[in-house]
């Protein structure tokens, strides 16, 4: 078990040690569908045992069950694990279909409380503002963050979705250790803004869905494949004609895993991995899973090689996606910048 644990890497100037790959929480509660809780408790374990110490949740997940769902494995292994949760996307529970953005100071102060309570740990090590409400200064949001570091609720602060200009006025208040956003073969708009203000300031990088959203494992090919209650149902690129031709981009990603004796997501993972040497910046994935063995597939990425005439392959399939990552961009940075 040692020789299969992965690399470990600085999460940002300053930010804790983590291993190279994390591990989002979500699909365990919510958003993918039905999940088996016994076998998802397994995958955590797993994933530690592996190497994997950054483990990513949000208080909007499952409204607020991820966060009490993977309480009990965090306290478990508390000197182990870096913690991330967020606040900033509010969905009402008497009608959960209806979300809007709160980065206010007092909306922020509630919400760590309700993370710690339903964590049940005294403090976060990565506290994200998941989502950016634009009427508010991204300046006031991240002094009520640090008000919390110095409160000792906080360890680390992260963004999530901002533009590389946010980022810079949110760094200039006090220091961010990570900034998540979408980022894979299928999804490279941060690639203009973001990764030059991460790179400039020693932030690290934590891109979320490096998989697709499952789309890039060929796990699915449409919408229609999905259950009912699977939210990728409402995304632009798995819907029509748009899933028809993205499914047809696949081809050079199997081509590649072909090679490698590796599987197509194997290799997603592996390109996204690689950024950080081409790139130099650290970059920490959080494929999510809710399963041991694609946590074992998705840790053995992390020692594939991908080579220069491999990456010219697979360089040109972002271009070709045809679709935007959601119906509304304007929840995303690409939408503001």
Known sequence: MTDSRIANVELGTGGPEVGVQGLGCMGM??????????????????????????????????????????????????????????????????????????????????????????????????????????????????????ELVREGKVKHLGLSEVTGGELRAAHAVHPIAAVQSEWSLFSR???????????????????????????????????????????RRTMPRFTGDNAAANAAL??????????HG????QIALAWVQQQASSLGLPVVPIPGTTRRSRVEENTAATRIVLTEDELAVLEPIASKVAGERYADMSFASAGRE
Not at 190 to 199: D, N, Q, T
Not at 200 to 228: H, K, N, W
Not at 250 to 258: N, S
Request: zero cysteines; charged letters at 30%.
């Open 262 to 265: 590796a599987s197509p997501g």
């Open 29 to 146: 509660s919510a958003a993918y569908g039905p999940t088996d809780a016994d076998e998802a408790r397994a995958t955590l374990e797993r994933a530690l045992e592996l190497g994997v110490t950054l483990f990513d949740t949000a208080d909007v997940y499952g409204l607020g069950e991820n966060e009490k769902f993977i309480s009990p494995f965090v306290r478990a292994h508390r000197d182990e694990v870096v913690l991330a949760t967020k606040f900033g996307i509010f969905r009402d529970p008497a009608d959960p279909t209806k979300r809007t953005i709160r980065n206010d100071t007092p909306y922020i102060r509630r919400a760590v409380e309700g993370s710690l309570r339903r964590l049940d740990v005294e403090v976060i090590d990565l506290y994200y503002m998941h989502r950016r409400d634009v009427n508010i200064p991204i300046e006031e949001t991240v002094a009520a963050m640090a």
């Open 250 to 259: 696949l081809e050079p990603v199997r081509a590649v895993a072909e090679a």
């Open 189 to 231: 708009d941060i690639e203009a803004g973001v990764v030059p203000a991460v790179r400039e300031l020693g932030v690290a990088l934590v891109p979320y869905s490096p998989l697709g959203r499952g789309f890039l494992t060929g796990s699915f090919v449409q919408a229609e494949d999905l259950t009912s209650d699977d939210f």
